[in-house]
């Protein structure tokens, strides 16, 4: 059995998000490894570059996914080394989506490297892609000497159903960038699919793989949501306000690649005549200037576009408190898992 | 339970492919709409418009996994009714690649109509095959209440090392795209893996689903395998001498697309220097002309390169045939598999 790791991190408090991120990272890490262990054909290669198992990457992903699945199993009395296989198929998940998204948004950096398809072309990466789908559906076997098959194949069921959303929502987050306008209601569906439903099967699949029972799950099921609200909320925060340099994103914000995130969702929902018509027309150029970036960020200013969406995140925060109280967690477990949710809604990358 | 339905095709002589896959055809149909059954997000109206589900087609695919599937499962004395949600599966993530695969060929027509990519995009065109895999995956969970547990998690992992190897070929064959040259040996591997293995997995599948043991699925495997071969000889020979009417695929063969298909492996291989480096440096061009196109058919005819590779498709056919005879199939059975392996051969779309 895996030993959780002493942090290395002398900064990162006892029962810190930090800590808390930091005790799964290794194992994290390993499962990932294994997954894609004796798969030595040069597609695999690919996915190990993109998952930063190959040595030129000095910092992984937060794996936020699988470290709260891990962390939900221990903290129901689950023994979360045995969730390993689902935690590492999670990621796979969506690490898959991850390649696929690069492409469809152009993005050409990624946790501060370049993206797959800028490296090896459209079709090589949508290859990867598809590779690291049906390396999650092998790995998600490695559950079945562990656990009863019932649970194995309800593991499978909640992964299958979470990864037909998350493919849902990203066909409604394409389509939404080729119409003027989303409404708020249609962007909160969107991401309760895109990413909501990942994040919701995370957690649920760290309740299951603890034995919990439906109702039990049921909660958990509630609470994935609401932590998959503020998560996606904040990201698409620091879009707009965050910093390439913490986010390893592109320097240019979501505003110059005209993304129709939250920020200007919320602008458009808010703002009067004058400046919807000016947001509109300037989201319906072929490109932005500099000039129409500052114009935008001055319109999201005088709307206070970015204190009402903290009072999104906060309200989504709150939401995820009070469902954490519904659930039987060991004490420990609930100090992390309180840490985790807190450092979502403060999060600078 | 679900009939085998009369011919409507009077010509569908008795015991022919044609009448073999024409039985087949409704209950492969109407599978494939169970697996869309009310999924009514606009994502699934691309996959019914693929898979020729939306009235917009006069005719679907072949269907040729799914009904070797089907075939092979009653040949072995199984109820062929019951292995329906495996062929729908097998054809669900043999259409998943086909949608991805019209990407990365940049491909306009399939089945005599616009692919998906010219139609809606490249970004939903990637999220519409990610749907269709995602889709393959839950149709097969139908399996459950039909058969053993057992079955069902082996008939999972069938598919799944299928899919695994098939996009591993898929790789290969991208990357083939950017090489000077690829030998036959490097040819053979890729098709081995790219169609060979979905191939292979229906038939596997059908025997498994009659409930037969470790030997006759290997046997059924390496039939699977022959019969690959056979099909991706074929259909290589057809993308430089079918006619687009019966294909229905582009017009340009896959010479003037520069596609590395066998016609140009096999002569490469067979070509002294004056031919060898005509070809290469054709194909070196960026785009060819129809004196180019000609060129490259004259040395392909010098070489004799049609018949090598008929004679290929030959020892593949026979191949199939020894391992027919391998094999304890219903009489009936043998001689509706002997007529589908003999259509492969002879086969003009």
Request: charged share 25%; proline share 3%.
């Given at each position: 059995?895996?030993?959780?790791?002493?942090?290395?991190?002398?900064?990162?408090?006892?029962?810190?998000?930090?800590?808390?991120?930091?005790?799964?990272?290794?194992?994290?890490?390993?499962?990932?490894?294994?997954?894609?262990?004796?798969?030595?054909?040069?597609?695999?290669?690919?996915?190990?570059?993109?998952?930063?198992?190959?040595?030129?990457?000095?910092?992984?992903?937060?794996?936020?996914?699988?470290?709260?699945?891990?962390?939900v199993c221990e903290a129901l009395g689950g023994d979360w080394s045995r969730a390993l296989p689902a935690a590492a198929s999670i990621e796979l998940?969506?690490?898959?989506?991850?390649?696929?998204?690069?492409?469809?948004?152009?993005?050409?950096?990624?946790r501060g490297r370049p993206t797959l398809w800028t490296r090896h072309g459209v079709a090589q990466a949508i290859n990867a892609g598809d590779s690291?789908?049906?390396?999650?559906?092998?790995?998600?076997?490695?559950?079945?000497?562990?656990?009863?098959?019932?649970?194995?194949?309800?593991?499978?069921?909640?992964?299958?159903?979470?990864?037909?959303?998350?493919?849902?929502?990203?066909?409604?987050?394409?389509?939404?960038?080729?119409?003027?306008?989303?409404?708020?209601?249609?962007?909160?569906?969107?991401?309760?699919?895109?990413?909501?439903?990942?994040?919701?099967?995370?957690?649920?699949?760290?309740?299951?793989?603890?034995?919990?029972?439906?109702?039990?799950?049921?909660?958990?099921?509630?609470?994935?949501?609401?932590?998959?609200?503020?998560?996606?909320?904040?990201?698409?925060?620091?879009?707009?306000?965050?910093?390439?340099?913490?986010?390893?994103?592109?320097?240019?914000?979501?505003?110059?690649?005209?993304?129709?995130?939250?920020?200007?969702?919320?602008?458009?929902?808010?703002?009067?005549?004058?400046?919807?018509?000016?947001?509109?027309?300037?989201?319906?150029?072929?490109?932005?200037?500099?000039?129409?970036?500052?114009?935008?960020?001055?319109?999201?200013?005088?709307?206070?576009?970015?204190?009402?969406?903290?009072?999104?995140?906060?309200?989504?925060?709150?939401?995820?408190?009070?469902?954490?109280?519904?659930?039987?967690?060991?004490?420990?477990?609930?100090?992390?898992?309180?840490?985790?949710?807190?450092?979502?809604?403060?999060?600078?990358?």
């Amino acid at each position: 059995l895996i030993d959780r790791q002493e942090s290395p991190y002398p900064l990162a408090e006892p029962g810190s998000a930090a800590q808390v991120m930091e005790q799964f990272r290794q194992p994290i890490e390993d499962a990932l490894r294994r997954s894609l262990d004796g798969r030595s054909a040069g597609i695999y290669d690919m996915l190990r570059y993109h998952l930063g198992l190959d040595g030129s990457s000095p910092s992984q992903g937060k794996a936020l996914r699988p470290t709260l699945c891990l962390l939900v199993c221990e903290a129901l009395g689950g023994d979360w080394s045995r969730a390993l296989p689902a935690a590492a198929s999670i990621e796979l998940i969506h690490n898959f989506s991850l390649i696929h998204d690069d492409i469809q948004d152009g993005d050409e950096l990624r946790r501060g490297r370049p993206t797959l398809w800028t490296r090896h072309g459209v079709a090589q990466a949508i290859n990867a892609g598809d590779s690291m789908f049906a390396l999650a559906t092998l790995t998600l076997r490695d559950l079945r000497p562990l656990f009863d098959d019932a649970i194995v194949v309800e593991a499978m069921s909640v992964l299958r159903e979470a990864t037909r959303e998350m493919i849902e929502g990203q066909f409604l987050d394409v389509g939404y960038e080729s119409v003027p306008e989303v409404t708020l209601d249609q962007y909160l569906e969107m991401i309760r699919c895109k990413t909501g439903a990942l994040l919701r099967a995370s957690i649920e699949m760290g309740a299951l793989l603890a034995d919990a029972g439906a109702p039990l799950r049921h909660r958990c099921r509630r609470l994935g949501e609401a932590i998959g609200s503020l998560f996606q909320i904040r990201d698409d925060m620091l879009g707009v306000w965050g910093e390439s340099e913490t986010t390893g994103k592109s320097a240019d914000s979501d505003i110059r690649r005209k993304k129709k995130s939250l920020p200007v969702v919320m602008a458009l929902a808010n703002a009067r005549q004058t400046d919807r018509e000016a947001l509109l027309s300037t989201y319906a150029q072929d490109s932005l200037s500099s000039a129409d970036v500052d114009r935008v960020r001055g319109i999201f200013d005088s709307l206070e576009v970015k204190m009402h969406l903290q009072q999104l995140a906060d309200e989504a925060h709150e939401q995820a408190m009070k469902l954490v109280d519904t659930i039987n967690f060991t004490s420990e477990g609930r100090t992390e898992l309180v840490a985790l949710v807190n450092f979502l809604l403060e999060r600078d990358h």
